[in-house]
Nanobody, 112 residues
């Protein structure tokens, strides 16, 4: 299963951006889907997750209160709404299922 991540771009500090992750051919509700990010030379880090069925969510402390993960079952997508972006949010963002399927990554660059 190849997840499809999109929505990255270049924004200024304080701006918002919305990332989307499509799980083609699957019922997204049946998967726990998370967002991760990685900066060159550093380990990939957890950002947020939305759990299968219940839809409960969890966030990294660094994004809590600024990012919101949500799910659209009809469109088979999981979105990450990012607000009040900071330069330190600059990274390649990946979506992944708990079962180990990953998307290709989308670049988010936040200028100061």
């Amino acid at each position: 299963v190849q997840l499809q991540a999109s929505g990255g771009g270049l924004v200024q500090a304080g701006d918002s951006l919305r990332l989307s992750c499509t799980v083609p051919g699957r019922t997204v509700r049946s998967y726990s889907v998370g967002w991760f990010r990685q900066v060159p030379g550093r380990e990939r880090e957890f950002v947020a997750v939305i759990r299968e069925n219940s839809g409960s969510t969890r966030y990294a402390d660094s994004v809590k209160g600024r990012f919101t993960i949500s799910r659209d079952n009809a469109k088979n997508t999981v979105s990450l709404q990012m607000a009040t972006l900071k330069p330190e949010d600059t990274a390649v963002y990946y979506c992944a299922t708990a079962s180990g399927y990953w998307g290709q990554g989308t670049q988010v660059t936040v200028s100061s």
